[in-house]
């Protein structure tokens, strides 16, 4: 359970941690 809680919230910081390099990339 709390293994699984780890995972959803590290999910949701690559998703935000993606999301700021696509940001970044684009021209």
Avoid: D, H
Avoid at 8 to 13: A, E, F, L, P, S
């Amino acid at each position: 359970m709390v293994l699984k809680l780890s995972t959803g919230i590290w999910n949701g910081i690559a998703a935000s941690i993606e999301a700021e390099f696509y940001v970044k990339l684009a021209p």
